[in-house]
């Protein structure tokens, strides 16, 4: 009956959704056995810390809904759109790493037939390869299995697997913003570090390094930096050095963006209810903190961020244990308190068109609108990692 009751379409997303997370698994599986077989250890593939590699979940949904598309139109043509698409997945992943970090995760510049290093012939050809196999014999299994899910298990399924990859990338992403912010203060002082601050530097990152060995060039470029006209460096390295000098957050201009708020005598009113470990004030700022953080380092509207993220909470009551006028003792808190938030918020300040998303989006995929900003998914990210740090703690 609750089948009955669901779009086909909805129930179609579902599947895919399950099917991003199962090849996201295979591909890190796949990428683990290699590099470790090459480097003769476990290596964690990846920029996730769970099994998961996204990039190879992103291909394969690319593949299963052109694939409907290009059985019927010859094998040459379906191995070159594959591997046009394929390989344009992989250069604007790439280009997306360079823009928001400085990084270059992966590097072909040694290949043969590559373009900027982010691609190159022989592993386009390897990727339409693995995606004419995928689609005629590797998928179909999978696919009746999922199929074989009934909808409301699917549904749950998504929804936990939303949650989780949310949190570990927020984590991830926390782990790689603060590998450029501990180059940047080694560059920005200038200094040279011993052989002794190399290694604690290494074992810090140590996973991060081991899964992308690319990184250990950015590593070596800051920390033996003294003087860059007598250093050789290639024009990435110079990009790199620019823009850790650009986007290294600084305390000041976040209290700057964030002193109306944190004098406010409404919003100091948050201060008295408690929230997972201390109160609702000290949890936004935590989140609004950490949020002009990592927007600094991914060239996002830093402001916005801290802004949004300080003010995503701001509702006056105990969520434990609440009744009229604030909230209804039937109502579910996690569903209505972001809706709250953003009338207060604009009761007392002025809001931009993002600053509002975040606030009111903060709480998805529990609240089903996702957000409409990458800022405003970044703020999500970080507001469950935090709690679920404050709420380990």
């Not at 046009?84 to 997945?89: E, R």
């Not at 002082?189 to 604690?200: P, Q, V």
């Not at 860059?228 to 963006?257: A, H, M, V, W, Y």
């Amino acid at each position: 009956m609750f089948s009955q009751s669901i779009p086909a379409s909805w129930v179609y997303a579902l599947q895919h959704a399950v099917y991003f997370v199962i090849y996201s698994a295979a591909g890190w599986i796949l990428e683990t056995i290699y590099r470790s077989l090459g480097q003769r250890r476990f290596i964690n593939a990846g920029f996730l810390r769970g099994p998961f590699l996204p990039i190879y979940g992103i291909g394969a949904t690319f593949v299963l809904l052109l694939a409907p598309f290009l059985r019927n139109q010859g094998l040459v043509l379906e191995f070159l759109a594959y591997g046009v698409v394929l390989t344009l997945i992989e250069y604007t992943i790439g280009a997306i790493c360079e823009e928001f970090f400085g990084l270059r995760m992966w590097d072909y510049s040694e290949d043969p037939f590559n373009l900027g290093g982010r691609i190159c012939l022989p592993y386009s050809i390897l990727w339409a390869s693995i995606a004419v196999g995928f689609d005629r014999w590797i998928h179909p299994p999978v696919a009746h299995i999922v199929e074989g899910i009934g909808t409301g298990s699917l549904h749950l399924l998504v929804v936990v697997m939303a949650v989780y990859f949310g949190l570990d990338f927020a984590i991830s992403l926390n782990l790689l913003r603060k590998f450029v912010l501990r180059l940047s203060r080694v560059y920005l002082r200038r200094m040279s570090l011993s052989l002794l601050e190399r290694t604690h530097l290494f074992e810090s990152f140590n996973r991060l390094l081991m899964a992308f060995p690319n990184l250990r060039k950015y590593l070596d470029t800051v920390a033996n930096f003294r003087n860059r006209l007598d250093q050789k460096l290639s024009s990435l390295q110079i990009r790199f050095l620019g823009f850790i000098e650009n986007r290294t957050p600084r305390e000041e201009e976040f209290r700057c963006f964030v002193r109306d708020i944190a004098t406010n005598p409404e919003f100091l009113k948050t201060k008295d209810f408690r929230h997972h470990d201390s109160s609702i004030f000290r949890h936004a700022f935590r989140v609004a903190f950490l949020s002009y953080r990592v927007g600094k380092s991914m060239n996002l509207d830093a402001r916005a961020m801290a802004r949004g993220g300080f003010l995503h909470d701001f509702f006056l009551y105990d969520w434990r244990n609440h009744d009229l006028p604030e909230l209804a003792r039937e109502s579910f808190h996690g569903l209505e308190h972001p809706h709250i938030a953003l009338q207060n918020a604009r009761n007392q300040f002025p809001l931009s068109v993002l600053e509002q998303d975040i606030i009111v989006k903060h709480m998805w995929p529990l609240t089903p609108s996702p957000p409409r900003h990458w800022e405003s998914f970044m703020v999500s990210c970080i507001d469950k990692y935090v709690a679920l740090y404050e709420l380990m703690s």
